[in-house]
């Protein structure tokens, strides 16, 4: 192993031995090269004044090189703000105004010890860090059967880890803390458990509320107790866009420093809470008490980025740090909220009318992007291929009886359209059941 790798190994087992026995093997031999080429081009930037010949960047004019046709197209931007390469961690001006957001929208994470946010490329890249660092084969990543399917590929194809499932609704349909605390419990074996907690959730748009939040808390804490180690990573990518009575923080707020068992883990980004999805900017951040814990995994996780995609698009983290710093930031980001409730709402009052019988139910959702329909007598895949062959519609289905409906996509004036053809869908569906 690798001396770097090791000195990192024995950093994080000195501050905290549980945090240290769920590195995977990967996460255990990750390293960032502190003698290499970028270490060298850094120090160069600072003290080459005469000529610097170590990365390789282009330049001209004491700028970077650049085409006429890209630039003018982009001429608010001062060309050093996009052609360089940004740092690996990302530009130091956008963690630092990405923690100041998280604290303001978090105030549960005031005078909490948390890292500063890396900058990975979107939500997706900082999900496969986790499972880098922390999942190998046969590890348990615990989800609700309602879940976003790319876990599967992040966590169970690429890193060989078991997928283990819980009901994400109990019997009064509120999240289900404890089928998730069974879950957990049932890894005690192993003493071991990622957890990946996803609100508003994908794909029905639920949040919890307070108190479910602390129950869940509590979920995580008698798995700690219980001797299991826990990864708890909250997927916020919806984060904020919370419409009616739910929790209205990132659970990272109380999952960071909740039992030295625990290592929270925020993964988020500007893609969906700033309408910027191809922008392909998100963040990872750690919470621990020690600082030393902090940088070593901070280390580990740059080393993961060097080896894959070195580093993120300097571009786009140029352009959400002026959103972010921009006087008319919050007044913009409020009326697209204000867009996305009131589309929420109208689905609701729509399935709420009574004007669709009993042909369906749906899942309790307060936020996001999404909500899903329960299909009574009628299979999810053959609506949602009606729908398309012959309405020209497109939904998504989910096992036999969900079909999901992104209501973000639709304006409002055209929901009511929208909701009466899956219900002329699924009257088509059943009625070529019942002839056969």
């Not at 303001?104 to 986790?130: D, Q, R, Y």
């Not at 508003?200 to 509320?209: A, F, H, S």
Request: proline letters at 5%; charged letters at 25%.
């Amino acid at each position: 192993m690798n001396p770097l790798a090791q000195q990192l190994n024995e950093t994080i087992e000195r501050e905290n031995p549980h945090v240290h026995a769920v590195l995977s093997d990967l996460g255990k031999a990750i390293y960032f090269p502190k003698v290499g080429i970028l270490s060298q081009s850094a120090e160069a930037k600072a003290k080459a004044n005469k000529f610097n010949a170590t990365i390789g960047i282009a330049t001209e004019g004491g700028q970077p090189m650049h085409l006429k046709v890209i630039q003018e197209t982009l001429s608010a931007y001062n060309p050093k703000d996009l052609y360089e390469y940004a740092p690996p961690a990302g530009k130091p001006e956008l963690r630092t105004a990405w923690r100041t957001k998280m604290l303001k929208e978090t105030p549960s994470l005031e005078g909490k010890s948390f890292g500063n946010p890396i900058v990975t490329n979107a939500l997706t890249h900082g999900l496969s860090i986790v499972a880098d660092l922390f999942a190998g084969p046969g590890d348990a990543v615990v989800i609700p059967n309602k879940n976003w399917e790319n876990y599967e590929l992040t966590f169970g194809v690429r890193r060989g880890a078991e997928i283990v499932e819980y009901p994400l609704y109990d019997e009064q349909y509120k999240f289900n803390s404890a089928a998730l605390r069974e879950a957990l419990l049932a890894q005690k074996d192993k003493g071991k458990a990622i957890v990946l907690l996803n609100f508003p959730n994908n794909p029905t748009g639920y949040t919890p509320g307070v108190q479910e939040y602390e129950e869940i808390t509590a979920a995580i804490h008698d798995a700690a107790e219980a001797g299991v180690n826990v990864v708890a990573v909250t997927d916020d990518a919806y984060f904020g866009l919370f419409f009616e009575d739910s929790a209205q923080e990132s659970l990272f707020g109380k999952l960071a420093g909740l039992h030295p068992r625990v290592l929270a883990v925020k993964v988020d980004g500007a893609t969906k809470e700033e309408y910027v999805w191809g922008f392909r900017v998100g963040f990872i951040t750690y919470a621990s008490e020690s600082a030393d814990l902090l940088n070593a995994l901070e280390q580990k996780t740059l080393g993961i980025i060097r080896a894959t995609i070195s580093s993120g698009p300097h571009p786009t983290q140029t352009f959400v740090l002026h959103a972010l710093n921009s006087p008319d930031f919050e007044a913009q980001k409020e009326e697209k909220f204000a867009i996305m409730k009131g589309r929420a709402n109208r689905v609701k009052e729509l399935l709420d009318s009574g004007r669709y019988g009993d042909v369906w139910t749906y899942y309790p959702f307060n936020s996001g992007y999404f909500m899903c329909l329960k299909l009574k007598n009628a299979d999810a895949e053959s609506v949602r291929q009606r729908l398309l062959d012959e309405y020209g519609i497109g939904t998504i289905a989910l096992g036999e009886t969900d079909l999901r409906v992104a209501f973000s996509c639709i304006e409002e004036t055209h929901l009511e359209e929208l909701y009466d053809t899956i219900y002329q869908a699924v009257q088509d569906v059943m009625s070529a059941k019942a002839s056969i």
